[in-house]
């Protein structure tokens, strides 16, 4: 209680129940998405990150590096703008925009409804580029197979510390834009290690979509995963 | 209605209903905070922006400058750890950390338990460093008189479109860590200009605290809300 103003901090009950239905009818939802991917036989893979980490470029570098491999299908999540899509699309591959207004986050509802307008029977690989937020994201199962968290050597080593949770939700950590490494303070060394404190089953690539570097064992990854979903 | 796994999505009005009560108990605990902010004259700032689009660092090089000019304190929200907090410890100012868990923004009663352990009597000028997140913390009001939002040019140009609440919730942007604009593709005339149109009372200035550029307007704007606050 507050001396000053006679103000009360209580928890909001209510507000924990009301968050908690949501989460639990969002991994019935989520759940359902997997199924119609496996159906289809689509590999699903979700990419978090703050704004500006690097993810539509490395879906443009990604699409380039895998033409005549397979069909890639995306959705592109942001709160406005249709910007992100119309890049995908110069790239020749099936895109849907979600424009979520204020929400900060993909949830499962979002993306199935997105998916109901796409051509999945022609898809083999399936990208969501979830909002650019380090923190809501990876509170929503989206119903894909592998979460990939991306860190950008701009943000900071001090990030995974700092935002935990996608990392503990995440598979595979792609540190982007290494070809600044140079130029910034970033502890390699300290990112990953914290990162693998938080979860040790993260497997870590280091990569530049704007030099290249690195991007041979994303593509080997992904191809790997596709091989999997098939066989 | 899905015709292949028969979901329905329907837009759940209680949900509606509860994140209305919550941000109408914001929007009253804020006021308070103002309140007390103003009866300890206290001029009070709530800094925004991605993960590290360097705020902490920007509170590190103006707390040097306004040194023996005005009295400091800091409330740093981070979801975990206590490294911001010690950060600014360095520096000898009255700093809090709030770590919010998995909470994705501070509220208002955060900032006010935060204040209540704080030498209010002896601060004039109160800066609170929200989690770094472009979405959720413009939602919140937290009873600061100013809000700044930071866009880093590591960000990209095209993030105030992309994001515009935060733009139109602010009263000035500032565009960070411009001794880097050099080696990046950033298109400054563009995203301000995105910025204005979304909010055309914003202020702008560019800086680095790195280089110092910029970081003399910045603190003449300081010095003025604070003259102002007094008279």
Redesign the interface.
């Known amino acids: 209680m507050?001396q000053?103003?006679g103000?009360s901090?209580t928890t909001?009950t209510?507000?924990l129940e009301?968050q908690k239905r949501?989460l639990e009818k969002n991994d019935a939802?989520a759940a359902?998405n997997r199924?119609?991917l496996e159906k289809h036989g689509i590999l699903g893979i979700n990419l978090m990150s703050?704004?500006?980490a690097g993810k539509t470029t490395l879906l443009e570098k990604t699409i380039e590096l895998l033409d005549g491999i397979c069909s890639i299908g995306v959705i592109e999540g942001?709160?406005?703008?249709e910007?992100?899509a119309e890049r995908i699309r110069q790239k020749g591959v099936a895109v849907q925009q979600i424009t979520t207004g204020?929400t900060?986050h993909l949830d499962a509802?979002m993306v199935?409804?997105a998916m109901?307008r796409m051509p999945l029977e022609e898809i083999d690989l399936l990208f969501v580029e979830n909002?650019?937020?380090?923190?809501?994201p990876a509170?929503y199962d989206i119903g894909t197979h592998m979460n990939v968290v991306l860190l950008?050597v701009?943000?900071?080593d001090?990030?995974p510390?700092?935002?935990?949770?996608v990392f503990l939700k995440s598979d595979l950590l792609l540190i982007t834009?290494t070809d600044?490494a140079g130029?910034?303070e970033f502890d390699m060394e300290k990112a990953v290690s914290d990162a693998l404190t938080i979860n040790p089953r993260l497997q870590v690539i280091k990569l530049s979509a704007k030099s290249g570097d690195g991007m041979d064992e994303w593509i080997t990854l992904l191809r790997k995963g596709l091989e999997d979903r098939i066989s």
Chains 1, 2 share one sequence.
Do not use: F, M, W
């Open positions: 507050c000053d103003c103000c901090l909001n209510k507000v009301v949501i939802e359902q199924a119609k703050s704004p500006g942001d709160l406005e703008t910007r992100d204020q900060c509802a199935h409804s109901h909002v650019g937020n380090l923190v809501c509170a950008s701009t943000e900071g001090d990030k510390a700092k935002y935990p949770l834009k600044l130029v910034l």
